[in-house]
């Protein structure tokens, strides 16, 4: 009990004063690398605050950084290796995590649990993007512009040019026609919203061990939402 309370407490002190903690591990530069790429493929020229969370057991953490903070020190968060490790794709203009205080939506994104689809449950993440790609991405929603493959399932993002909190109706509409046309392979209705947070790539998922991984289709932004349903 004492160990796991100082595992806890140390995760804490690192997830909420990153950019003092010493570095003590070495890490997988593969995987620094990708999550390097997916912080700056969303928050690149930034200037809001962005979330890091981490979750261990029942214990949620969350703090947040400007983006340079965070490339400075992306490293320790891939030294975590025993806790679940999170990012808003969007950015806030104060340091506190609610939809109201949203600074920038960078990106729109679908959670795809395909694994709760008794149809889609045993498919590998390779056989569910092929069926994307042949069955939805330019048919029934935009391709997409990169995907992090989190363990059990997927997210999908499409990168959009910056939108201000004003936008957060068309932003939302957006996201509620891309969950509509993917709900039948796993969207999750629960994780739309503009103040959610996803795995980091490069880090791990504690139900199975493996680091996230980052697949890129295209950087480039799309520049008009509205065109997007």
Known sequence: ???QKKQID?????????????MEALVNSKQVSQAQMQIDL????DDGYITIASKKGSNWIQHHYKVDELNENIQKLISVNDANIYL????FYK????????RKLNSLFIDLDYYTIKEYKGLSAEQILWLLEKDYFKKSVPPPSFIVISGQGMVIYWLIKPLPYMALPLWN????FFLEKLKEIGADVKSIDAARVYRLTGTINQKNGQATKLLVFNEERYMRVKYLR
């Open 42 to 45: 969303l928050h690149k020229h």
């Open 10 to 22: 140390e995760l804490s002190e690192l997830i909420r004063n990153l950019t003092i903690v010493p």
């Open 88 to 91: 808003s794709p969007n950015s």
């Open 1 to 3: 009990m004492l160990a």
């Open 95 to 102: 340091p506190m995590r609610r939809i109201e205080n949203i």
């Open 173 to 176: 509409a957006t996201q509620k």
